[in-house]
Structures are given as C-alpha cells and as structure tokens.
C-alpha cells in the first residue's frame, strides 16, 4: 500500500475494501455486523494471494521460498508485537483465539492443584470462559464468577469479593463483544496480582477500537483475533516471555522447544500470517504513519476519535425512538461502537431480518456471550439485535441503519 503522508480521508479508507462496493438492490450493503467480523482492505487480500502465487513453503529448508517464509513470520510476529507494545518473542499465532486460549489453558492447569481457585467473568465470550472451566474441574479447582454491573461492565469491587490466597488465575474481557463495554482492565489485573493470581484478557472485540497494551496493563496473557480488525482469520497470543518458557504446552515431540515457536502447534497459516502483517502495515497507514508502535498509537486516535463520533451520532437517533431496550452504556464514554438491544414486541431475528432487507447486515443470538444472556433472562426471546461500527464506516450509513429502526418502532 501506498504510504500516504497527511491524514487519509475517509473515502479514500473506504476505497481499500473491496467489500464495501457490494450492492443490495440499489444501495450499497451496510456492513454494521462488524462486531462478528470486519472486512478486509484490499493490500491484505494482495499480501495473501502473493505469498502463494511467489510459492509457499514449510519452515526449515535451505532453499529460497522456505526462507522467505521464515523472514515473512519474524517480520508479522514484530508487526504484532508493536501492535500490542510486546516483544516479538511474546507473540504466538494459530488457528484462532478459541483454539489458542484453549491450549493455555491446558498448560497452565498442569501448575494447579485440587482447592485451587479460578475467577470468570460472566461479562465474556464462552472462549474466555468454557476453556478454563474444563481446565480447572479436570484439576478438582473451583471456578468464581464475577457478575456485571447494572449497566454490564465489570467492577473491581466484585472481583475483589471473589479473590483469595487460593486463586490462581483471573480471566476476563477488555471489551464485551456483545454491548461495547470497555472494562476496567488495570484496576482488575491489579487486583488478581495482589493475591498472584496471573491474568488472561480478551482481546478480541476490543483491538478493533482501541490499541492495546500489554505493558502498561502489565498482563500476563492475552489473546485476540485478526479477522476483528481488518485482517484475516488467524488467532495472536501475548505471554510474559517468563511465563511462556516455564510453562509446559500440549505438542509433538519433534517440535521446537522454545518459545513462541513450542505454543505454534503444527505448520503455521503462513498465508494468513502475511495477511496480519499487511493488516498492521494498513493501520499505520491510515493516518500516514508507519507501522511501528508510534504510527500505531497516532492511528489508534483517529479510530477513537471517528468511532466516537459515529457512537454519539447512533445514541442520539436511539434516544428518540420508542420500544428498544439498549443494553451497556447510554453514552460514549467507556464504550465502543457495538450496540445490543431489544424490542419490546418484536424477536431479535425479526428485527435482523428487517434490516436485511434493507441491506443493512447486523447479528441477532446470543453470540457466544451465553452466561450475559443467560443472567439478562434474554435466552427465551431469542437474545439481542447486535448492530456494529467500526472506522470505515460514514456517519451517513449510521443515518440509514437509524431509519429503518425507526420504522420498526413506528
């Protein structure tokens, strides 16, 4: 991609995705299902089919397309650590956060005993929960949960009433995927370190909105998935570098021992790995900047700043409106653009399906959020409406979603 060296309009970040072009009738879609998935510029689509069509090969060999693969992960697993302010020999990759999380999990349960304890969150997504419930009853471990607040965020007093000399780790969300709350991650991990427990954040839904920190949280794990910001289906795991060596992880004997490389199970998605580094690269990009952390950072505020904007536009036509019910924050503060809500007589897939036929694409279930829904009593009328932004979208599709909403409850 070209290195742009002012600010990029909006249309010309619009011009990237090829994906926006897509006509329903005769207006083009509206991607507002984002929080499931963004879509992707088109240097990543580039990136992934020139790896292959200039020949993909293992790692190890002596010969030119081996070690232009090696060079390709060194060169994404540097781009992820300035994406996350980690150092590259903290980041692993694989299949997804799911699979990733699961594999922790497992290692990290060798080092617990029967009595120890474990805190979730009923605020997350079932991977961040179900992966370390398994771990810990086939340890003979109790399993804590710490509930959400009334507006669905996490608070550390709660968490703080769940902690003991017994807990040994502590797993939570940066953001909810399902109402855009951004919880208050240092006070949390500060909190589980004061009893040392170690901490695993997802990162998921939040690294589409905010730049995340590794150091300045002072995490121990956290993982998140490309295919959220812009990039292509591929899992990254942070460790403390400390943590990944001691720790022993589930692979084949053969395997290279040291870390990252003993957490990547199996031959790597070498082609999705170079759709990551071009989707890093794309961000820097979109302020003109590089893809160091720095760039980064100087994107990361732009995003903050438009998506704020398209948040407050949304609210402020939400407000007017009678008959939802909008769960998480009424404002935009400690918030992202992803908004839940219900209809007081309409099921949430009527309200997708309507939208559909507007060629405004949005998610409706529980969105793998199952302890939210199920503590919300949501499950019985088929869970929320998910409606989603991120920064390519105009303040005019933000217009066109509220419309139709609008006539929904007229």
């Known amino acids: 991609m070209e290195k742009q060296h002012t600010s990029t309009s909006l249309q010309r970040i619009r011009e990237q995705f090829p994906a926006l072009e897509r006509l329903e009738g005769n207006q083009r879609a509206v991607y507002s299902d984002a929080p499931g998935g963004t879509q992707v510029p088109v240097s990543v689509i580039s990136a992934m089919s020139d790896y292959q069509q200039s020949g993909s090969a293992n790692l190890g060999g002596f010969f030119a397309t081996s070690e232009e693969t090696m060079a390709l992960l060194e060169r994404a697993r540097e781009a992820a650590g300035q994406l996350l302010n980690a150092p590259a020999d903290s980041i692993a990759f694989g299949a997804n956060m799911t699979s990733l999380t699961l594999a922790l999990s497992r290692a990290i349960a060798r080092t617990w005993q029967k009595g120890d304890e474990i805190v979730v969150s009923s605020l ?51 953001a909810s995927n399902v109402t855009g709350s951004i919880t208050p991650a240092a006070e949390l991990i500060r909190a589980a370190h004061s009893v040392n427990a170690l901490v695993h954040v997802d990162a998921v839904h939040y690294t589409a909105h905010r730049l995340p920190d590794v150091q300045a949280l002072d995490v121990d794990f956290l993982t998140c998935s490309a295919y959220k910001f812009c990039g292509p289906y591929l899992g990254v795991m942070y460790g403390r570098p400390e943590l990944l060596g001691s720790l022993k992880p589930y692979k084949v004997r053969a395997a290279n021992d040291q870390p990252p490389w003993c957490w990547e199970t199996g031959t790597q998605n070498f082609t999705a790995i170079a759709g990551l580094l071009a989707c890093i690269q794309y961000h820097g990009w979109l302020t003109g900047s590089d893809h160091d952390r720095k760039g980064l950072q100087t994107s990361a505020r732009w995003i903050e700043e438009h998506e704020q904007q398209l948040s407050q536009r949304f ?15 009424d404002t935009t503060a400690g918030r992202t653009p992803t908004f839940a809500m219900a209809h007081h007589r309409q099921s949430s897939a009527r309200l997708a399906q309507r939208l559909a036929r ?53």
Not at 152 to 168: G, K, M, W
Not at 315 to 329: C, E, P, R
């Open 124 to 174: 997350d997504h079932d991977a961040n929960i179900t992966p370390w419930v398994l771990a810990a009853e086939e340890r003979g471990c109790t399993v804590r949960t710490m509930d959400f607040t009334a507006s669905q965020n996490l608070c550390v007093t709660e968490l703080e009433r769940l902690l003991s000399n017994r807990t040994r780790l502590v797993a939570f969300t940066l």
């Open 315 to 329: 609210l402020d036509g939400l407000k007017h409106m009678t008959g939802f019910t909008l769960y998480g924050s």
């Open 358 to 410: 507007h060629g405004i694409y949005t998610w409706s279930g529980h969105f793998y959020a199952v302890d939210l829904l199920d503590r919300l009593k949501l499950h019985e009328r088929d869970g929320l409406l998910r409606i989603g932004f991120v920064h390519y979208h105009t303040p005019e599709e933000i217009d066109r979603v509220l419309n139709v909403l609008e006539d929904i409850s007229a």
